[in-house]
Nanobody, 117 residues
């Protein structure tokens, strides 16, 4: 059974930094795309950043230059380094993984990130 386990959320002041991690386990298939999404109260879930197995990255406009996504393929782990955090970054952050040969993707349980002003 596939599991995505997230860690690293918390409370930080504006301008601070946090690093999220997400480790995938339980699948015999290689991971294609890994990404981070977030959902703020009353808003729809949105893509924050994603990274392919080859290292190509995509970021939503509001986090460009502040967030960096990376992955360790040997560990099936994806990271999100978040710098210069703003109150509007406050949300539950979800890890997402799409495996080769599997028709649907998987989600982590979510990590709360709260940025105080």
């Amino acid at each position: 059974q596939v599991q995505l386990v997230e860690s690293g959320g918390g409370l930080v002041q504006a301008g601070g930094s946090l690093r999220l991690s997400c480790a995938a386990s339980g699948s015999g298939f290689s991971i294609n795309v890994m990404g981070w999404y977030r959902q703020a109260p009353g808003k729809q879930r949105e893509l924050v950043a994603k990274i392919t197995g080859g290292g190509s990255t995509t970021y939503t406009e509001s986090v460009k230059g502040r967030f960096t996504i990376s992955r360790d393929n040997a560990k099936n782990t994806v990271y999100l380094q978040m710098n210069s955090l703003k109150p509007e970054d406050t949300a539950v952050y979800y890890c997402n993984a799409l495996f080769y040969g599997v028709p649907h993707d998987y989600w982590g349980q979510g990590a709360q990130v709260t940025v105080s002003s």
